[in-house]
């Protein structure tokens, strides 16, 4: 399977971006980074300034501490306050041994493989297997959505009708269910897309009964909302029924440690 992005898709008004990463990362963490990669819309090609993300993966030579994260944070905060083409963003923090590891080879492993785009030091992908579209694949990176739904709820039940709580839960939770009815179809359909919509679109083709249901989730998932209705359709009728049939077909995901 080949990576989704490269460096060349990047839009030139990101150009500037992409420099700034390369040096607040090799500031921040220097001698304790292994390797830096992007993820999402911008190696992707389709970033739209003002409005995308800025999505970072950094591979640490050991497992990330607390001061780790705090720097993550203010390398984010400062280069969303810099630059005006982002929106917000993340940066995920992982240690090497443990995105080689057995335990990670099909979900963060095939992420770092795939998904991620190199952009600072040694690529992990070197030491990775070239991946197939298979059910073992869908099974170990999205097969958790049973085990994510109750969270869910509890969080909706714990934000007390706040908008803004509301509005994140359904972003994030929205986006897991579109990605996990793309990988239940993904053997089957033998391509990949992380493009949401033509996920969804993917997804109505083998279920047609539930086709216009993911096609409103994909609606919400870029903003999410704080519409009740919306709730109701992630996590008591789509998100139980989707969850019931990815384990029929794929099985549920091994534990991780």
Known sequence: MLREGALERVPEEFAPVVAAVRAGVTEAFGDALHSAYLYGSIPRGTAVAGRSDLDLLLALRQE???????????????????????????????GVERLLSEAERYDLGWFVACLCTPLLG???????????????LARET????????????????????????????????????????????????????????????????????????????????????????????????LGPWLAEEYTARHGVRSPRP
């Open 64 to 94: 990330p501490t607390a001061a780790d994260r705090a720097a993550a944070d203010r390398l984010l905060a400062s280069l969303d306050a810099g630059f005006p083409q982002i929106d917000g963003g993340g940066v995920l923090l992982f």
């Open 142 to 237: 999205n097969g958790d959505l049973a085990d994510l739904l109750p969270r869910w709820r509890e969080r909706a039940a714990a934000a007390g009708g706040d908008p803004a709580a509301l509005r994140r839960l359904t972003r994030g939770a929205a986006r897991k269910v579109v990605r996990t009815g793309f990988t239940l179809v993904m053997p089957r359909w033998q391509g990949w897309t992380s493009d949401l919509a033509q996920s969804a679109e993917a997804f109505g083709h083998y279920y047609p009964d539930r086709a216009e249901q993911m096609r409103a989730v994909a609606r919400i998932a870029p903003a999410g909302t704080a519409d009740p209705a919306a709730l109701e359709l992630l996590l008591e009728r």
């Open 122 to 136: 040694p690529d992990l992908a070197e030491r990775l297997p070239r991946y197939r579209l298979d059910s073992e």
